[in-house]
Structure formats: structure tokens, C-alpha cells
């Protein structure tokens, strides 16, 4: 699968910033499943210092900040990228190991600590006892870990509900397993805290899906939107990512950015302004399968 990405977020300030600082979480990251093929970003007005960088995480993002007078600034970038199946699509779920020798094994010197940072809290996902008694419900004793999450992936899908609006990044997930409202971020937080309560390792995965009208109507240009799942760790296979907003195995067509603890690690843009007001800000996605 190819895909086009076209990524534009405006900001418009109420007074004139002197200054501002970014960093920019929009370039796709490079997996065995996924080439980039070509990235740009334009910025306007242009910055007076750009550069590319890696985070700890080994994820690609773009800092820049400018040092004049501005009431504007518009971030366009644009992305060409190439998907193939992922291997564990090919899995067979009741194939893979217990849940609970996973656990085991992230607990010895054979797991790096790359990978064991992932089943600690984090700032957006904390271990909260009531979110593992609902996880408990998906793993029980000798149910094999690809079972398990397939089965949590589904019952957050049925059990929660997309509503746009209901949330904001300052809400706690408290408030969201509460309400079982939010977007994709909420469901991929909530999936995290599910899977590390269970002493799993799991990330946060952000980046884009395509949006497919419904039958008879065109698709809206700008109407697609950055996008959130998580990847959980199996020892000999890597990590697999699952798509509860989606009810999905993640297939090819999504198309990965960055990874992290939480959205907090990768949020697509944010910085500091010095202005004397307050701003407003327009986002627009378009995402184009290529044939």
C-alpha cells in the first residue's frame, strides 16, 4: 500500500509573538513494514533555526523556532510512504505464549531495558486497581498473550465511545474509564494501562489511518486526523500493535510516526510562544491511498 500524507496546522495569535520555540512529531518512521519514501515540512513564516533530531526514543522530529515578530505560523508538512503486511499477521493467536511467561520473562536479564521501561507508569497512563480488574477480565490463567489482547482490543471497541470533544489532554483516565468516552488517544492510553497493569510492556504508537466517507459521499479534504494505538512486547516476535478505536490488528494502513510512554512523548507539534495573548489553532489531515 502507498499512501500520500498532507499535514497543516495553523496557529493565529490574538497579539504579535516575538519569539517561539517547536518541536514537530510528523515525519514517519522507518520499520520493516514501512519505507518513507519522501518528507518535507514547510514553515511559515521561515524560521530563523531548523534542525532534525532524535529523541530518546530513536523517533525522527523536526525543531525549529523563530526569532521575529509573527501573528502567524502554518506547519505543512508532507509525506510519501510505502506499507506492506506485518509479519504477525501471519500469526496464529493460540500460538503464542501464555501471558503470564511473558511477564516472567520481562522480569529477567534476557529483556533489555529498553524494553521493560514499557510496563512502568507513566505521565497520561497511571496504574489505577480498577483498570485491572477490567483487564483481568481478557487474561485469564494460561490464555495465550495475542488471545488476550485481541480479546481487550475488542471489548474497549464495544465497551467505550468515540465522542470527539468529551475530553481534552489534561483528562485523567480516571474520567475517561468513568465515562468510556474520548478519541483515540483516550482508548490507546486506556489499552496501555490495561496491558502494564497485567505487568506487560506496552507503547504508545501515534500517527495516521485514513478516513473512508461513507458509501455515496466524497471524502472530505482535510476531514482525516493524526491517529493513536499501542504496540504490546512478545519475546521472538517484536511488538505487535493493536488498534482498539478500530477494533483492528494493525494491518498496512496505518501509517506509524513515533512511539512512546504516552501521547506526552509525541505529541505532533508543540513549543512555547512569548505573546500577549491567546491563540487559536486549525488542524487538517489528508491522508490518499496512491494506486
Known sequence: MKYNVKHITKYI???????????????????????LVNFDCEIDPEPTSLTRRKDFFENEFIYFSLQKTHQKLTVTSQSAVELVRPSWMDI????????????????????????????????????????????????????PIMDSMLDLNQRINQDFTFTPGF???????????????GVCQDFAHFGLACARSMGLAARYVSGYIETVPPPGQPKLVGADASHAWIAVYIPEVGWLEFDSTNNLLVNDQHIRVATGRDFGDVIPMKGVVYSGGGQTMDVSVDVMQVE
Open 13 to 35: 495569535y490574538d497579539f504579535p509573538a516575538s519569539l517561539c520555540h517547536n518541536i514537530v512529531y510528523q515525519i514517519p518512521s522507518a520499520h520493516p513494514f514501512q519505507k
Open 92 to 143: 496464529n493467536p493460540g500460538d503464542t505464549p501464555a501471558w503470564e511467561s511473558v511477564v516472567d520473562i520481562l522480569h529477567t536479564t534476557e529483556v533489555l531495558n529498553d524494553i521493560r521501561q514499557f510496563y512502568l507508569e507513566s505521565p497520561f497512563v497511571p496504574s489505577l486497581s480498577d483498570i485491572k480488574d477490567y483487564a483481568s477480565e481478557s487474561f485469564f490463567p494460561g490464555r
Open 167 to 181: 475530553t481534552e489532554i489534561s483528562t485523567p483516565l480516571r474520567e475517561v474509564f468513568a465515562e468510556k468516552k
